[in-house]
């Protein structure tokens, strides 16, 4: 049986904590009293139905959002502050893959991802920051020659690569991912999973990742974090989350979709 976040003992290490974490907008409760701790290394698989404030809770995380009530760390450092200094260090420190990409349109693959080696290192030559874009787009698994495209000549899995790159580009210990494989192809789906787990055991990463699939939490979460009823419900390995007693849970982990996941694996036990 799962644990429910709140009770269970302090995580080993965590590189982010969220405590009492209260959001609200309007007459609107996101979060009431969300307690949660992303260990460090691990891949934190983030679930739970539409709205239930995922993607909420991971700009919380970022600072790119205040929280009505409620403390957060990240790094060890406070994510409310609104010292500059201090929100400067959690941006450089945290690389961020959005649901879209969200690569400017009008820029080069390469240059996207020398937007934020140019912000933090304004003095690098060009060449060393051609040498260093070159080397993320590799990382993320692209050839080179996308290094001169624009976003809209690359397909969909190759855009969520190339704001990998970018959100590698100052190599950051911690990394989030929103819904990375929403609109690839199985296939596409499955490296995308693979290339995640590859640079986390690589690089040492620690990955917040916000999932609805299935395959990807079987194949590479150390953790799955349920959010249901404006809290984090449960927070384990799968084969404690999913014996976990409570509706959505059953529902999401043991409906059709997710006997063709596991089906899938052969067992829902000991996969990485
Ligand atoms: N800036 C905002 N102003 C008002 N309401 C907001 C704002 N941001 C989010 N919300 C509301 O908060 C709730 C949670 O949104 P969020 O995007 O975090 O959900 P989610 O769990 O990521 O959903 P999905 O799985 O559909 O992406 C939604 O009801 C949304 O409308």
């Known amino acids: 049986m799962a644990t429910p976040a709140r009770a269970q003992s302090p995580a080993p290490d965590p590189i982010v904590r969220v405590g009492g974490l209260v959001n609200r907008f ?37 600072g790119l959002q205040r929280p009505s009530v409620g403390d957060i760390e990240v790094l060890g450092i406070d994510a409310r502050s609104e ?6 260090e959690i941006e450089r420190r945290t690389g ?6 969200a690569l400017f349109s009008s820029l080069t693959v390469g240059e996207n991802v020398q937007v934020p080696l140019k912000e933090y290192h304004p003095h690098l030559p060009d060449s ?21 495209k624009l976003p809209a000549q690359l397909s ?28 690839l192809d199985p296939i596409g789906a499955a490296a995308f999973d693979r290339l995640i787990l590859t640079l986390q055991q690589a690089l040492g990463l620690t990955v917040f990742l916000i999932t609805h699939d299935l395959d990807t939490l079987y194949a590479i979460c150390d953790r799955i974090a349920v959010l249901a009823d404006r809290k984090v419900v449960a927070c384990a390995p799968m084969h404690e989350v999913e014996r976990f007693d409570h509706p959505w849970v059953q529902e999401y982990f043991h409906g059709p979709r997710a006997r063709a996941a596991q089906a899938a694996r052969g067992t829902s036990e000991g996969r990485r």
């Open 156 to 183: 969909g899995g190759m855009r969520k690569r190339a704001g990998l790159a970018r959100a590698l580009a100052l190599d950051p210990p911690l990394l989030f991912l929103d819904e990375p494989t929403a609109g």
């Open 26 to 62: 309007g007459a609107q409760v996101v979060h009431d009293g969300l307690e949660l701790d992303v260990r460090r290394g691990e891949i934190l698989g983030v679930v739970g139905g539409s709205g239930t404030g995922k993607s909420v809770l991971m700009r919380t995380i970022l």
């Open 96 to 101: 961020v893959l959005f649901q879209d990409g």
């Open 128 to 148: 060393l920051l051609y040498e260093l874009a070159l080397l993320k787009i590799k990382l993320a698994g692209l050839p080179a020659d996308a290094l001169d």
């Open 83 to 88: 010292d500059p200094e201090q929100r400067r």
